[in-house]
């Protein structure tokens, strides 16, 4: 799955979703990750609430998350991060 909202782009590669410890659903604070016991993987199930805090994308074992444009606070003058 992919979506695209003010140039950041959102990629969910469920081939990649293997590690089965949902640490991704527990990252994202926004409640637009679920864990789907039986399969091992994780879902999108509510990506208007998703604020492209990169949390999810950070705590992927396996890469099978990735947020390209979002701004980190590294990028922001005068603030470090």
Same mark, same amino acid.
Request: hydrophobic share 35%; net charge negative; with cysteine.
């Given at each position: ?6 140039? &950041?782009?959102?990629?969910? *590669?469920? =081939?990649?979703? /293997?590690?089965?410890? %949902?640490?991704? /659903?527990? %990252? +994202?604070?926004?409640? !637009? ?6 399969? *091992?993987?994780?879902? &999108? !199930?509510?990506? !208007?609430?998703c604020i492209? +805090?990169?949390?999810? =994308? =950070? !705590?992927? $074992?396996? @890469? %099978?998350?990735? &947020?390209? @444009? %979002?701004? /980190?606070?590294? *990028?922001? $003058?005068?603030?470090?991060?």
């Open positions: 799955m992919k979506w695209t909202a003010n140039h &950041i782009t959102y990629e969910y *590669d469920e =081939e990649k979703c /293997t590690c089965g410890l %949902a640490l991704c /659903t527990e %990252a +994202c604070g926004q409640g !637009v990750l679920d864990y789907l016991e039986g399969s *091992d993987k994780m879902e &999108i !199930v509510n990506e !208007v609430q492209f +805090c990169l949390q999810c =994308e =950070e !705590v992927c $074992p396996t @890469g %099978a998350i990735t &947020i390209q @444009g %979002a701004l /980190t606070l590294q *990028d922001i $003058p005068g603030l470090k991060g």
